[in-house]
Structures are given as C-alpha cells and as structure tokens.
C-alpha cells in the first residue's frame, strides 16, 4: 500500500525531532478506500499525542496535551498570527513535503508541546477556541 509506505517515509522525517524529545509512533488505522488509500498513527508521550492523517498528502494534524486538543492550522494560527511564517500546510507535488513543513514547524513553534509545561497550549486552545465563537457569531449575524 503506498500511502502506508509514504507515511511510514513521512514519519522517519519527524523522528528526528519527536525522538529527541522522547515521542514514539504508534502507527493507526491504514487502509484501501473509495477515496484512496491512507495511513495514519501518532506519536505519543506521557499525556502528549500527535495524530497526522494522511491519503496522498499531510492532511489532519491534531496535538492533545491531556484532555485539550487543537488542530496544527489553528495553533499556528494563535502561535504566530495569519501570517507568521509556518510552513505546513504548503502545496507541493512531493508528499514527504507536507512531513518536511511539519518537521519544520514543530521544531520551530512548538516547544511547548514537545517539551514545555503545556501552559501556552492550554492558552492557544482557549484563544482558539474564542476565535472560533467569533467566526460561527458573524457567520450566523451575517
């Protein structure tokens, strides 16, 4: 199955940024589909986990620090603003690009997740949390 060996490529990727801070996969449900074939697993510590989904690119990133959960666009949202300079999700042709971007902004925005106390991501899931109150309210007034 492609998408299993391609996630499974993607994952050696972030080892060497989850390793180091003492994740380890476990690799989730991996199946052929109507919609294609997919993979998927997270990397787990302590109350820590990092779920990635994946068919033929990256697709759902989730962080959970005990019971919070946030999806990576909306942390890197809260984090760094529209704006702010993280790479995944980006558009390219290579799937392990998507693994790449991640890599990169785990190591550059997400120490406290990987190693902190979880105080600022117990922060960006309250913002977010706000910011998407905000969001439904205008949609619903307009």
Known sequence: MIALETFRAGCTILDEVLNRHRFFLIEGLS?????????????VRDDR????????????VTYHVGSLSLVHDSYMQVLLGKNGGNQYPGFSEDPLDGFRDLRYDLSHFCEDFLNGSGEEFAGCVKKANELAKIKRFKALSS
């Open 31 to 43: 199946s052929e589909s109507s919609g294609g074939n997919f993979a998927s697993g997270e990397y």
């Open 49 to 60: 986990r990092l779920e990635i989904h994946f068919r033929f690119s990256v697709g759902l």
